[in-house]
């Protein structure tokens, strides 16, 4: 997905699936392909998962005859709100082969106050 960034430059934003798994919890696989670990960051703030980075061009685009250019290249930030069932700061992530998953666990339900 290629959405313009504030000046109107288009930036790339990953795809993502986020699903609930037996309702116990949430599972967000993020698509990086060919993006190394270390231009990747998560940042948690509240209910909020941001994920940023930077995919950098395989190749120089200058003395080359373009006939498609589809894979984005560049900075990029997706934010993800996490339903409030969802505990984020109990979050796991892993990243293997260019896939993000990120576990985030159930909230325990509180002990009923009398």
Do not use: Q
């Not at 504030?6 to 699936?17: A, F, I, M, S, T």
């Not at 990086?32 to 940023?52: F, M, P, Q, Y």
């Amino acid at each position: 997905m290629i959405s313009p960034d504030l000046e109107g430059r288009p930036r790339w934003v990953p795809h993502v699936d986020m699903v609930a798994k037996n309702g116990d919890e949430l599972i967000i696989k993020v698509d990086l392909a060919s993006l190394k670990r270390e231009n990747l960051d998560l940042i948690v703030e509240g209910n909020h998962l941001t994920i940023a980075g930077h995919r950098p061009s395989d190749e120089p685009v200058h003395d080359c005859e373009h006939f498609v250019t589809e894979i984005p290249f560049g900075r990029f930030e997706r934010t993800i709100e996490i339903p409030a069932a969802f505990d984020l700061s109990a979050a796991s992530a892993n990243y293997t082969n260019g896939m993000l998953r990120v576990c985030v666990p159930r909230r325990k339900p509180e002990p009923p106050r009398w």
